[in-house]
């Protein structure tokens, strides 16, 4: 419980630095003569995909996918925590979870078109998104792309750390749920040794 609410703590924090963050004055950049072609693009009145939207995919799609996972599969509660605590890392991580849940790349569900599809979706929604944003002139192609790299990056970095690598035949298991597992497994062991070293009482050899 402790450990729960440390790292509650810290996604908090994070958010709160987001939020000031959002709230600074910007960085007023000097447009030098031989770029400013780059910024003569027509006035959008309105977005294809609205800011607060935007956010609001980003942050309940990952919600959204684990809970219907907990209610198809019946999922741990432990691992339902671990992945409560990583879902604000957006759809790039819901991809990578999704892949996991389905073993996209494991021997199990290779060959099967419909999990890679399933398991791309939310990448997909993300390149939409960004390409909304190039079309609205709210963005260059280098942002675009450039962010879409970083948040991948963060995203794999966030799911690595509570899940195994995608290949591995335990991926749809987090590292709670594993461990757990194991810490029964070695209490279960020592009884079963003992079990089998008990002499043998009331047991007689009959004949051969």
């Known amino acids: ?12 924090l994070l958010f709160g630095v987001f939020v000031f963050t959002e709230f600074l004055d ?7 003569p031989e770029e400013i072609w780059l910024y003569k ?12 939207l935007m956010f609001a995919i980003s942050f309940l799609t ?17 691992e339902i925590k671990e992945a409560f605590l990583v879902a604000f890392s957006g759809l790039g991580f819901t991809t990578f979870y999704l892949a996991g849940k389905l073993h996209c790349f494991t021997e199990s ?10 398991a791309i979706l939310p990448l ?3 390149m ?23 948040g991948l990056i963060f995203a794999y970095i966030c799911y690595r750390q509570h899940y195994p690598p995608l290949g591995n035949t335990a991926c749809h298991k987090s590292y709670v749920s594993l461990l757990d597992q194991n810490s029964v497994k070695k209490e279960e062991r020592p009884t079963a040794d003992n079990a089998t070293g008990l002499p043998l009482e009331g047991i007689t050899e009959g004949p051969v």
Not at 1 to 12: Q, S
Not at 62 to 78: C, G, M, S, Y
Request: proline share 5%; glycine share 6%.
């Open 128 to 150: 939409m998104i960004a390409l909304s944003r190039m079309c609205d002139y709210k963005h260059h192609w280098q942002d675009a792309f450039v962010g879409g790299i970083i």
């Open 26 to 32: 910007p960085f007023q950049r000097v447009i030098q």
């Open 62 to 78: 990952p919600l959204a996918v684990i809970f219907v996972v907990k209610i198809i599969r019946r999922t741990d509660k432990t």
């Open 41 to 52: 693009n027509p006035l959008v009145q309105s977005d294809n995909i609205p800011t607060r």
């Open 1 to 12: 419980m402790r450990e729960l609410a440390i790292e509650i703590g810290i996604r908090v």
């Open 109 to 118: 569900g290779r060959g099967k078109s419909w999990r890679l599809c399933a």
């Open 124 to 126: 997909y929604c993300a």
